[in-house]
Nanobody
């Protein structure tokens, strides 16, 4: 599975952006998709996740401002970000939990795409 994230950019505080993550390859094994973010010198932080059963969760830092959604027909996951704050500035990475059938049975691996940079600044 390959993941391609896009939609980052420069936005003023209070503004909005929508990030898109498109999965390609053998995407039938995807069981969940995630958005993480990371700034230099910090650990990767999970921002939001959505499962195939549309179970959704958000970090406390973005709850009420960000919305994750998925389109399984397009193998695409979105992150609508509103009321952006300077502390939201980060590289946003798309991840997917993918179930594989290996020689020892089924296993799940997290696949990552490249990041898309979001900068919130006036």
């Amino acid at each position: 599975v390959q993941l391609q994230a896009s939609g980052g950019g420069l936005v003023q505080p209070g503004g909005s952006l929508r990030l898109t993550c498109v999965a390609s390859g053998n995407s039938s094994g995807i069981t969940a998709m995630y958005w993480y973010r990371q700034t230099p010198g910090t650990q990767r932080e999970r921002v939001a996740g959505i499962t195939n059963g549309h179970i959704i969760n958000y970090s406390d830092a973005v709850k009420g401002r960000f919305t994750i959604s998925g389109d399984s027909a397009k193998n695409t996951c979105y992150l609508q970000m509103s009321d952006l704050k300077p502390e939201d500035t980060a590289a946003y990475l798309c991840g997917a939990a993918v179930k594989y059938d290996g020689p020892r049975g089924l296993y799940t691996k997290i696949e990552w795409g490249q990041g898309t940079l979001v900068t919130v600044s006036s």
